[in-house]
């Protein structure tokens, strides 16, 4: 009787050794999860994966009693957690404030993309900046690119208008004498959003030709990654492009038409990144079952099918 209740106990701690080690993938799985739907770009999305994988090689050195390669691989993955940190804090911050707010589910929803931007409402926006630059009319845009930009990166959010993009709206909304043509206009796919928005000023040590506008573009693009500005100068009429903090100036018309259809059509870039959970399954089911039929020198599904 004694040995039974040994042998139970000690299948009943295997039992859960192997349910915290199932615990353990699973969590690991579902935070790899969040961190795709978080990312808003595909080519964002190898630097994801190259943290992954040097997490995965820190792990199995250590598993495997290598100390020296494992102490090299820890500080490498540090170095990158730092670096990721600044290079996505956006992501970051949105992510920490759906977990301070208890928003658990929309950390495993992807959010909804912006509906790309058609060849027509290029062509409205590039003829109104044409009648903008011609007559010398200072004009401040701002457009998504990948997502949503949260309205608290905006020192004042401005008038909502939820109006859609036209040229001589938007050639209306930077006349001198209306109320909002000092302010910035958003624009939200083939909608303007809100205008007289009024953004943060960058830091950055910029020429004395550059007015208020500029600087405004460079300091919102430096804080939000997913838009991009459209600046036409007040005192000379010259147009440029900043992105990233960088402004890119002076444009010609068919270069700025160039650089939003770059940015704003639909590309392989900027599809969807994070898969619904059914389809993560279904990709790690196959990706296992190949490299399980590949180490036992098993034919792969793919070339069953085609015999």
């Known amino acids: ?181 000092d302010g910035a206009t958003m624009i939200r796919g083939s909608r303007i959003v809100s205008s007289g928005i009024i953004l943060p000023l960058s830091g950055r040590t910029a020429s004395r030709q550059l007015g208020t506008r500029h600087r405004a573009a460079m300091g919102i693009t430096e804080r939000v990654e997913n838009c991009i500005c459209v600046v036409v100068s007040e005192e000379t009429g010259s147009i440029s492009l900043a992105e990233r903090g960088i402004l890119n100036r002076p444009l010609t018309l068919t270069k700025l038409k160039d650089c939003l259809e770059a940015r704003l059509s639909p590309t392989v870039d900027r599809e969807a990144v994070a898969p619904g959970l059914l389809s993560l399954v279904r990709q790690i089911r196959s990706k296992a079952l190949a490299l399980i039929s590949r180490l036992l020198g098993l034919p792969s599904t793919a070339s069953r099918d085609k015999k």
């Not at 390669?69 to 730092?82: D, H, R, S, T, Y």
């Not at 009648?131 to 909502?160: C, M, Q, Y």
Request: glycine residues 6%.
């Open 1 to 181: 009787m004694g040995d039974w209740w040994k042998q139970w106990l000690i299948n009943l701690g295997q039992s859960g050794s192997l349910l915290l080690k199932t615990l353990d993938i699973a969590l690991v799985l579902a935070l790899t999860y969040m961190i795709l739907v978080i990312i808003s770009e595909r080519r964002t999305l190898w630097m994801v994966r190259g943290f992954i994988v040097l997490m995965l090689a820190s792990a199995l050195s250590s598993t495997l009693g290598l100390p020296l390669l494992n102490f090299v691989l820890e500080k490498l993955v540090i170095g990158c957690a730092v670096a990721m940190a600044v290079a996505l804090q956006s992501e970051f911050r949105r992510f920490l404030e759906q977990l301070g707010r208890g928003e658990f589910r929309s950390l495993f929803l992807p959010s909804n993309r912006t509906v790309p931007k058609s060849d027509s409402v290029i062509d409205e926006i590039v003829d109104a900046v044409k009648e903008l630059s011609k007559n010398r009319i200072g004009a401040l845009l701002i457009l998504e690119t990948s997502g949503p930009i949260d309205e608290r990166d905006f020192s004042v959010p401005g008038v909502k208008l939820n109006a859609e993009v036209s040229k001589e709206l938007i050639q209306t909304i930077f006349q001198p004498k209306t109320l909002l043509h």
